[in-house]
């Protein structure tokens, strides 16, 4: 009975005309098609026109909605710890933990250490409002974080680069003062040019850190650091720009290859790669198929060898059945020329053999008779096997 009452009382209170109720359809009509805009509801949102009135319209459920506040609602308070005073000692009433004068040793969240050992900083506990926050917003650790504060590690660091630049102007004059000394007005050789051009290209850089990668290389001796310069450089292209024509060769990016040359109608001198096919089949890259096939066979056969368990196993099996292979092949060889009394080499073929042709010009009838010249003699061998 009550949501008959309910929809009487609406009907009541929205009663219109029919060229009202005719208007209020074809505005509905060309809300839903899009050529009308939407209606807002009174918090602001759009109602959407695909939803019946006698769902949207009756407030019956409303205070079961969730409430949306205003973003610049500010309802919650939240509170941030910062650092305020670093003494040097121990002060009578702190923490007997870390040392600071804003909690006691229960609450301290530093790690256990002893009393007057790495006195912490005093902790300060500023609150201040925010808005109601979603999901995300409640996560978010950088929620109230001042970008101004980071202006002082900025300035660290610009002064750190500025004193290595000039560090490294210092010790290239220097360098350049001492060569003009020990040459006295000579040429510079061209390596000592082609160091200081090194040198141009680094300063240029700037000198960052991830110019150089120190890394530990084992020796006999022990462990000893070195640096590694990184050898790529800003005017590298990779492979898959060499050519933006959309059906030149394909880059597949999961392998990182390409099989087929990007570039095949250019000179072949002046292109600095030319497919990984190209590469797969010249150079050290035929040995290693050679090693790989050599192993695989070989484990067919019964050997226990593999390829990449024992690299060096299997090069030197393959070292070995290379010299096997020549030494059976020149036994073989000269089995063959005992037999036959050196044969190939005293009696050589005739010309016509080697040739294949001859001047000879022979005329036949229909039925394969000769008509002009003779008949063709094919030379037989003196051997056993000639049959």
């Not at 205003?70 to 009578?92: D, E, G, M």
């Not at 294949?356 to 003699?377: F, M, N, P």
């Amino acid at each position: 009975m009550t949501i008959i009452y309910l929809f009487k009382a609406l009907d009541v209170a929205t009663f219109r005309s029919r060229e009202d109720h005719q208007k209020q359809i074809q505005l509905e009509e060309a809300c839903k098609s899009g050529l009308a805009p939407a209606e807002f509801d009174e918090d602001g949102k759009e109602i959407n026109p695909h939803i019946p009135r006698f769902i949207s319209s009756p407030p019956c459920l409303k205070h079961q909605r969730k409430r949306i506040s205003h973003p610049n609602n500010t309802s919650s308070r939240s509170s941030r710890v910062t650092k305020t005073f670093q003494a040097s000692k121990y002060r009578k009433g702190a923490c007997e933990n870390c040392g600071a004068m804003t909690h006691v040793a229960k609450e301290c969240m530093e790690r256990a250490r002893k009393v007057d050992k790495s006195i912490a900083a005093d902790e300060k506990k500023e609150t201040f409002e925010t808005a109601e926050r979603d999901y995300e917003r409640k996560r978010d650790r950088w929620e109230g974080f001042d970008v101004s504060t980071y202006a002082r590690v900025v300035k660290v660091y610009e002064a750190r680069d500025h004193a290595r630049m000039k560090y490294l102007k210092e010790q290239k004059l220097k360098k350049l003062e001492k060569g003009d000394q020990n040459d006295e007005g000579a040429a510079i050789d061209e390596s000592e040019d082609d160091l200081r051009l090194d040198e141009a290209k680094v300063d240029e850089m700037k000198q960052m850190d991830f110019a150089k990668v120190e890394k530990r290389v084992r020796t006999t001796g022990g462990g000893s650091r070195g640096t590694v310069r990184n050898l790529r450089i800003r005017e590298d292209t990779a492979k898959y720009l060499l050519n933006l024509d959309v059906n030149s060769a394909h880059y597949d990016p999961k392998t990182r290859s390409m099989r087929e040359d990007p570039l095949p109608e250019s000179d072949p001198n002046e292109k600095f790669y030319l497919g990984d096919n190209h590469y797969r089949n010249s150079g050290q890259a035929l040995e290693v198929k050679e090693l790989n096939n050599n192993a695989r066979e070989a484990f067919d056969k019964g050997q226990d060898v593999h390829m990449l368990a024992g690299p060096s196993q299997v090069e030197l099996l393959h070292k070995n059945f290379k010299v096997m292979k020549e030494k059976s092949m020149s036994q073989w060889k000269k089995t063959i020329i005992e037999k036959y009394n050196y044969v190939a080499l005293k009696d050589p073929l005739p010309r016509e053999l080697l040739l294949g042709q001859s001047e000879r010009q022979i005329l036949y009838d229909r039925a394969g008779r000769i008509i002009k010249g003779e008949e063709a003699l094919f030379p037989r061998s003196k051997d056993e096997e000639d049959i």
